[in-house]
């Protein structure tokens, strides 16, 4: 399946992935607690409310829009029940999920060593 702009779908990923590793390395967390820390989405929920436009899911998970738009439709993220808005749990979640993902390009294997 061809993904936008004829870009095939294992292309994205694979840019995706470069983009979140480069943000990794040059922002931090732009919440008070500490990535991936337990009550992270009452946090956010907290200090944004259940939802917000995409140009603030953006900055708050360190992306552009476009990407925004791509974690929409692809289900990493969720619009909020207005339809327009996006959730903020679900920004959570990602955050949560990416904080679990390639610390510097090498998997953590079960017992927390790298491999």
């Not at 990923?13 to 990535?35: F, M, S």
């Not at 899911?57 to 829009?65: E, F, H, Q």
């Amino acid at each position: 399946m061809e993904a936008a702009h004829g870009m095939s779908a294992e292309r994205m990923a694979d840019l995706e992935r470069r983009v979140l590793a480069l943000e990794a390395r040059t922002r931090g967390p732009i919440w008070g607690g500490a990535q991936g820390s337990p009550g992270q989405d009452e946090d956010l929920v907290h200090r944004y409310g259940e939802s917000v436009d995409k140009t603030t899911a953006a900055r708050i998970l360190g992306v552009t829009r476009v990407t925004v738009y791509a974690m929409l439709a692809d289900g990493r993220i969720a619009l909020a029940q207005d339809g327009r808005r996006v959730d903020v749990r679900s920004i959570a979640a990602c955050l949560i999920r990416r904080s679990g993902r390639i610390t510097r390009g090498r998997k953590k294997s079960n017992g927390g060593e790298l491999q």
